[in-house]
């Protein structure tokens, strides 16, 4: 191993840059030693210019999130050592869908403007208040224990790929919050919460990629709320929108025959009496059709009659 | 210039919690102002609970037995009327903490669970997993986005405006422009935390620069009790980053290099689980005897007989915490740990209305409050028992909100001083032109060091007389500083350099502190006066800024229900 | 080698390519498929959305058709890779599996129940893991030598790393390795480990098309002449969608997208009939002639 490690670093000063640019530093290689301490050692020693925020340096102040070779990290519970295993260098950027300030600094306004738009506190019974705590089971506990550890760093936000082509999408931060006061047994306005949630921006243009959840430091998977949440809405059977019929027809297909059927699940999705949405898709259909992509006859398997045997079982245990 | 009815300076729970009492009815213009976003404060590192006797798992425990559990704990430095007001209040504040939302861990019937903590002689340490601090913050923050408080986040306050003993509003940079500003204000409300940074091994974030502290220090205000700071004992080896005492709570062994629980040799019936200070000092005493493991100084912790499953149910970030900064497997391993600066029980003197009173005729600043740790009301006394700091701040952080909106309603308009903003406006000016060839980091780094070894978990008299002399030489040396940012946008090289100047100011009052009370007390330990002195020393240090140092007064000690005794666990 | 193979629903109707050219590519490298004929969709996914019990019962299922011949399952989809994974995963665990095994229960025909034991292989990972690069350097007939190939993974055989644990998520290497034992050229871009965006194709088509055009044209920008991928729901949206793509970024695209086993077919020898390409939207041809040609 090196007696150095480079750290490529992307600089900004909107004072005296015109453009951002990477600066590369040389940072003494000690064992045990995290992104962070890096960070620190050039500041003290190398270059008092370098800026970035920090402070607890034990992942839990969500001051820290960086991209760190492209993807986005707390560089405080980041050890060097961890990085080079997979790369030569330490590459560090600002995180992604946020404004840059300056250097590896964000303007978080974006991430605490979504989290204002899910009403990001808990609205209970305010009539019956009981003299000590509103009691609340064990279980109950757990549904939101997890999504309760957020420490809004917004690295998910960083690298949400919704959110990356569309800035209207709610993102994984602040759809967890979501679903940590909609699933709260304590809530009285779920519905009205997931009523909202399913508007456009909302639980149904997450593009389920796993980033959030691979990336998130804690235990909230941001993702695996969000479906948590349409499962909610599709229960409650609120809303029918092409998100719900898209799941439900999907369900349906399968059992079915046992293979989904792609020229009936677009159809039924868009909604076939949705004619705009229907001709919008005719092209592709068309363009499909001719190059022997749709075939004439949906297969099946064999034994479809044990699937819907399944999933009668698995209904009747609920 | 802004103008506010109640500035409130720092957004952990006490500042939180001062903002939501202050803008209760309505009626007045609460701002906070704090140098990090509110959710970043150090409140959120706290992992292990927050005290109060609800009674929830043992319906024998009320106030009282965690009054003395307190008081004891404090040994006997504590102010017993705070003490009382924050244990009857505990109740109160997490009942309404728990309607605002709180998520908690809970019993089978739905009732808040509660956990054993050390020095307390009743399980009543309420908690989340454990990250108990983070729950509460964020639940705290909800409601203040509810509320629409004012926010001004990554604001630095640098000074206080106090004119003859009023106080008058607070001086901000705002660290993003790179803008320095008035803040008017019938009241102000401290709550800026701790100072564990002056340390080298320590539990603190990096904002935990105590800069609250010699602000007020500064404006004329003396600090009570600076000399007692708490060693937690579970730091990690080597960065001192904190593993919970619900590790030791949930049934951990603190083993030496011998494999030995050596607890049983200075706290034979509560083992593990008595109060910091002791074991802190067991562990000290461990290591400075050549039992650290494998001569290192470090000893270890042990959880692996508590099982793959309670561990990720009560302690699942003690998992990460091994992982993530030793690489270690705590199912399977021991985890090495060392004494860490975690807790200062000094700061500035308040009284049960947390209004800042500075001697000991009960002289006040009229319209200055301070709360939580970087306050001194003293409900810790010579140290503080675990989870009793999140109830402070909670409780103390209420009851300044209230008491400053009280006063705030019936404040007199006065106009600003002309001069302001003069003195902050030169020191800045000063530090972006300092153009010396002295490190900040090396001046920090030295500081550190030093303190941790000469004034650290034990202490003597040539220890502290030569660390005073290195703290003077540091003061000295801090004037040939230089820095290479002058920019205005988001200068932390600036902002680092502010915080040093602090810490260096008030670590000069720890040390003295420490080496003119010639007794070991709590968190104070003098290797050369061993024992507590009731007779000279049951009481409260106070240092004013003067000329050249610190001048010491001395305050009595509230006492009301339980008279000092040996303390023994 | 030998694996029960699990085809999906889009190699058996959108992408027929797809599961012509891997039943051709693998009996060229000695691959032993025996296709699971009577498995149901992996559910993409989706159907856990509505009830992941459900979704569950029903892989289990299919893991215990390959339990019980003693055979891992082999999928040439990322998609179906990762549902399968995440779903094995939960039924490790044993107070599940056996709740689940109580769904399958009732008529003999699932007796036994999943054992969970059942390993579960996309076709890149016996590729590398199985068959061994260097062994599939050696049946190269035909290396792709001028061919500049940008990889595109697709996020389900990459994440969440816990379920899938082969490549690593922030820097995977085995489409690379292939690439590189093909003899072509890998990109490096950005893109490669992002969202294709069929998941939100028809409820955000704008956000999605969006995804498209960015990873084609940044792979684009980087000289590619193509993307392989692993994923016939990736080929879905970057081939068969590209073209709308196109009117959403206003401009051409026209960037190839090969399915994994057609770039190995082609180094393998075989023509663009028979791989297929011929069956894709964005036209394949001056890959082709830059692959033979070369
Ligand atoms: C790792 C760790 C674990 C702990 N665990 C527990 C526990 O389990 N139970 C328990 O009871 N206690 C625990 N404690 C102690 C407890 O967390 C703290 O004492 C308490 O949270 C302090 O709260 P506070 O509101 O006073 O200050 P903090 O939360 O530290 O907030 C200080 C605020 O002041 C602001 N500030 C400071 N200086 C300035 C300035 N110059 N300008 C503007 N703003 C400024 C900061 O931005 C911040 O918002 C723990 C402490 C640590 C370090
Ligand atoms: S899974 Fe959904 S929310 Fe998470 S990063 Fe991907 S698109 Fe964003
Ligand atoms: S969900 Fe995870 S990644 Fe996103 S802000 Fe919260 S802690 Fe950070
Ligand atoms: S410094 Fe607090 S999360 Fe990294």
Redesign the interface.
């Known amino acids: 191993m090196a007696e150095h490690t480079t750290f490529k670093v992307f600089r900004y000063n909107p004072e005296t840059d015109s453009k951002p640019y990477f600066q590369s530093y040389q940072v003494p290689l000690q064992g045990g030693k995290t992104v962070l301490d890096g960070l620190n050692e050039i500041k003290g020693q190398q270059d008092g210019t370098l800026t970035y925020r920090m402070s607890c340096r034990s992942a839990i102040c969500g001051s820290c999130g960086m991209v760190v070779n492209g993807h986005s990290k707390l560089v405080c519970r980041l050890q060097i050592a961890e990085v080079l295993k997979n790369f030569d260098e330490v590459v560090i950027e600002p995180m992604r869908n946020f404004e840059v300030i300056r250097d590896l600094v964000v303007n978080m306004d974006r991430f605490w403007d979504k989290m204002d738009k899910v009403t990001p506190w808990l609205v209970a019974d305010e009539e019956n208040v009981p003299a000590t705590e509103r009691l609340q089971s064990p279980a109950d506990f757990n549904v939101i224990r997890d999504a309760s550890s957020c420490i809004m760093c917004g690295v998910c936000l960083s690298d949400c790929t919704s959110l990356e082509v569309d800035s209207n999408f709610l993102g994984p931060a602040a759809l967890a919050k979501a679903f940590r006061m909609a699933a709260d047994s304590r809530s009285v306005d779920r519905e009205e919460r997931l009523l909202e949630l399913s508007k456009e921006g909302g639980v149904w243009d997450c593009a389920r990629c796993y980033e959030c959840v691979q990336v998130c430091p804690k235990y909230v998977a941001p993702m695996e709320t969000i479906m948590k949440l349409r499962e909610m809405t599709l229960k409650a059977d609120l809303v029918d929108n092409r998100g719900t019929r898209h799941v439900e027809h999907f369900t349906e297909l399968v059992l079915d025959s046992g293979i989904l059927d792609e020229r009936r699940l677009p159809m039924k999705t868009v909604g076939l009496t949705d004619l705009k949405g229907m001709l919008h898709m005719a092209p592709t259909g068309l363009r499909m059709m001719l190059k022997g992509k749709m075939p004439l006859i949906h297969p099946h398997i064999k034994d479809v009659d044990e699937l819907q045997r399944i999933a009668h079982k698995v209904e009747e245990s609920k | 210039m802004r103008v506010h009815d109640v500035v409130v300076v720092g957004s952990g729970l006490a500042g939180m919690e001062a903002a939501l009492r202050a803008s209760q009815d309505g009626e007045l213009d609460v701002a906070i102002v704090s140098k990090v976003f509110p959710t970043r404060s150090h409140s959120g590192a706290a992992q292990g609970g927050i005290a109060c006797a609800i009674g929830n798992q043992d319906p024998e425990d009320n106030w009282e037995v965690h009054m003395f559990d307190t008081v004891k704990g404090g040994d006997y430095l504590v102010d017993q009327d705070a003490a009382e007001l924050m244990c009857k209040k505990a109740p109160e504040i997490i009942y309404e903490l728990e309607h605002m939302g709180l998520v908690f861990n809970r019993l089978p019937d739905g009732r808040m669970a509660q956990r054993s903590f050390g020095g307390h002689s009743k399980p009543r340490a309420c908690f989340a997993a454990d990250w108990t601090g983070h729950a509460i913050l964020h639940t705290l923050f909800e409601i203040v986005l509810k509320r629409k408080v004012k926010v001004y986040s990554e604001w630095y306050v640098t000074s206080l405006i106090v004119r003859d003993h009023t106080c008058h509003g607070v001086v901000a940079y705002d660290i993003m422009r790179g803008a320095l500003e008035v803040f008017k204000a019938r009241a102000v409300i401290f709550c800026t935390g701790g100072y564990g940074r002056a340390y080298k091994i320590t539990s603190n974030a990096h904002a935990n620069t105590g800069d609250g502290l010699s602000i007020a220090y500064r404006a004329g205000i003396p600090l009570e009790d600076m000399e007692f700071v708490q060693f937690h004992p579970t730091g990690l080896y080597g960065s001192g980053i904190l593993l919970t005492e619900g590790a030791r709570g949930e049934g951990a062994y603190l083993l030496n290099n011998d494999g030995e629980r050596f607890m049983k040799k200075y706290a034979p019936e509560r083992m593990e689980l008595g109060p910091r200070d002791i074991v802190a000092r067991a562990e000290q005493q461990e290591i400075d005897e050549g039992r650290g493991i494998n001569g290192k100084t470090c000893v270890n912790v042990d959880i692996r007989h508590l099982g793959k499953e309670r561990i990720m149910e009560r302690l699942p970030q003690v998992r990460d915490l091994a992982w993530d900064f030793l690489g270690l497997d705590c199912f399977s391993e021991c985890i090495p740990i060392q004494p860490t600066a975690h807790y200062s029980m000094g700061g500035i003197p308040v009284n049960l209305d947390c209004e800042c009173v500075i001697d000991d005729k009960g002289t006040k600043i009229d319209g200055f409050y301070a709360a939580g740790e970087c306050s001194c009301v003293s409900v810790h006394g010579a140290n503080r028992l675990g989870t009793n700091s999140l109830l402070e701040a909670c409780a103390m952080g209420a009851i300044a909100g209230t008491s400053a909106a009280k006063y705030a309603k019936s404040a007199p308009d006065l106009s600003l001083p002309d001069d302001a903003d003069v003195e902050a406006k030169r020191e800045i000016d000063w530090l972006l032109n300092a153009r010396g060839s002295v490190k900040i980091a090396d001046l920090g780094d030295e500081l550190q060091r030093t303190m941790m070894d000469d004034c650290g978990v034990f202490r003597t008299e040539a220890q502290l007389k030569r660390q005073y002399d290195v703290v003077k030489n540091l003061q000295q040396r801090f004037q040939s500083i230089g820095l290479s940012d002058r920019s205005k946008t988001f200068n932390t090289e600036l902002l680092g350099a502010l915080e040093l100047s602090h810490l260096l100011d008030f670590a000069e009052v720890i040390v003295l502190g420490a080496l003119n009370r010639t007794e070991s007390r709590g968190g104070h330990s003098r290797k050369d006066h061993p024992k507590r002195d009731d007779a000279n020393w049951l009481k409260h240090t106070l240092a004013y800024k003067d000329v050249d140092g610190p001048r010491f007064a001395y305050k009595p000690v509230t006492i009301t229900r339980f008279q000092p005794q040996e303390r023994k666990y | 080698m030998k694996y029960a193979f699990f085809p999906g ?2 190699a ?5 390519e797809l599961y012509h050219s891997t039943k051709k590519v693998a009996q060229a490298l000695n691959i032993d498929l025996v296709e699971l ?5 992996s ?12 979704s569950d ?2 892989n289990a ?1 299919t893991f215990a058709m390959a339990e019980k011949q003693a055979l891992p399952i082999m999928t040439i989809c990322s998609t179906c890779q ?1 549902a399968f994974c995440r779903a094995n995963k939960r039924l490790r665990q044993e107070p599940y599996r056996d709740k689940i095994n ?3 229960s ?2 003999g ?1 699932n007796e036994g129940g999943y054992k969970g034991t059942t390993k579960i292989k996309h076709f890149l990972w016996a590729l590398v893991e199985d068959l061994g690069i260097e062994e599939l350097k050696k049946r190269v007939k035909r290396p792709l030598r001028n061919l500049k190939v940008a990889s595109f993974y697709g ?2 055989l ?4 816990d379920a899938l644990g082969f490549d ?4 995977p290497t085995s489409l690379e390795k292939v690439i590189d034992a093909l003899g072509a050229e890998p990109v490096d871009y ?1 893109g490669r ?3 294709c ?1 069929f ?2 194709l ?3 088509e ?3 098309m ?2 498209v055009s ?1 990873h084609t044209l940044e792979a684009k920008e980087k000289g590619s002449d193509c993307m392989v991928t692993p994923c016939p729901l990736c080929h879905l949206n970057l081939d ?2 590209q ?2 793509a196109e009117k959403i970024a206003r401009q051409k695209i026209g960037l190839p997208v090969l399915h994994l086993p057609q770039l190995v077919g082609l180094a393998l020898g075989f023509s663009e009939h028979e791989m297929g390409l ?4 964005v036209p394949t041809g001056r890959v082709v002639e830059k692959a033979i040609g070369s």
């Open positions: 629903c889009v058996k109707q959108t992408c027929p004929e009577n498995a149901a969709c559910g993409a996914g989706v159907v856990s959305q509505q009830n992941e019990a459900l019962a029903l299922r990762g109580g769904y399958l009732g008529n025909k996020c389900h990459l994440r969440p790393s690593n998520p922030d820097n950005d480990t992002r969202c965006g998941p939100i028809l409820e955000n704008n956000a999605s969006a995804m960015k068969v969608q073209p709308n011929h069956k894709h939207i």
